[in-house]
């Protein structure tokens, strides 16, 4: 018996002596790829992709952006995100990591349709209450007062810029306080600082929002007056019920 014990204790080291010389030989052919790795030679080094897509090197030996292979696995109820259509993913990476496996038509695609897919809140879809015209008369009085307590949080934090801050201060003397934080988020909101606020510019608010307010979706198509899919400033303003002579483009201002 003690000999079998023994034997096993030599066959257990002698398997770990042998693991370890792998492992060794491993490491070392790892710190020698990471020597000879050369950031400027590599294609992908400062090639940034968007979400769902990652750098990979063609046939050129040029870097360029590909439907991900997979996305991190995600098994947080909170990763998930609800789509326009309603349909629930696992993470954002993988809805856009599906939208663009369907544009390409490649394999992984699961519906052909999700290569329209939107992000339309984060967390998993779910029934929204309707949103009752009581509640919808009170959203925008609750959202600019929001928007006021948001702007003097960042005022407060100095994550202002200077100019800004400086209006916020002025802004304390007005009687209504929400006309300034009301044009300041359009500005902020406003990609690409064309003055219109499409459905991707708007993403940062009603994203998060959505899930929180059931109220968020029907209140953004209503300001939409027009239905162009687009929101004006003039249009923002009197969604929140500014008076026309509030509604003046300080975005320049605002921002910088
Ligand atoms: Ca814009
Ligand atoms: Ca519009």
Known sequence: MRTFILLACFALLGHSIAEDAVENKVDAAVEEEDEKYNPKTDPCYSKECPIGKECVINKEGKGHCA?????????????KVCSTSNITFDSECEMHRQKCLCHHKKDLCVDEKYKHVKLNYYGPCKEQDECTEEQMADFPLRMRDWLVLVMKNLADRGDLPEKTKKLTDENEKHTKKWVLPVIWKFCDLDLGFDRHLTYRDLLPLSAPLKTLEHCTGPFLGLCDSDDDGEITLKEWGHCLGLEDDEIADKCDEILN
């Open 67 to 79: 439907c991900m292979e997979e996305c991190p696995e995600e098994t947080s109820e909170r990763a």
